[in-house]
Nanobody
Framework: QVQVVESGGGLVQAGGSLMLSCAAS????????MGWFRQAPGRERDIVAA???????????ESVKGRFTISRDNAKNAKNTVHLQMNSLKPEDTAVYYC?????????????????WGQGTQVTVSS
């Protein structure tokens, strides 16, 4: 079993920045891809960004491209830690953000492809 814990959400004004972090622990001897999804009230859970197990292949949704950056620590003791730097935030970025872990090492965009999920962290951007 793998445990996934997010941190770093909060309230920020439009144009501001936040960094989300996610750590996966437990049976993490495999190489995992990791991603961030978000879900606003009444909306589906959509991918925001994802990174492969090596950290050298990333995906961004069009709505965040150029504003958000996903990165992961590949040091031995932080192998399954990923960050999402969010800049130039907009009110439409308001949502619960979920970290997801995929047992396969490659990036996928569908939430069905991910095996383990965090509880989510709220991000609220005020106008």
């Amino acid at each position: 079993q793998v445990q996934v814990v997010e941190s770093g959400g909060g309230l920020v004004q439009a144009g501001g920045s936040l960094m989300l972090s996610c750590a996966a622990s437990g049976r993490t001897e495999s190489n995992y891809a990791m991603g961030w999804f978000r879900q606003a009230p009444g909306r589906e859970r959509d991918i925001v960004a994802a990174v492969n197990w090596r950290g050298d292949n990333t995906y961004y949704s069009e709505s965040v491209k150029g504003r958000f950056t996903i990165s992961r620590d590949n040091a031995k003791n932080a192998k399954n830690t990923v960050h999402l730097q969010m800049n130039s935030l907009k009110p439409e970025d308001t949502a619960v953000y979920y970290c997801a872990v995929r047992a396969g090492g490659q990036v996928r965009v569908s939430f069905n492809a991910y095996d383990y999920w965090g509880q989510g962290t709220q991000v609220t951007v005020s106008s």
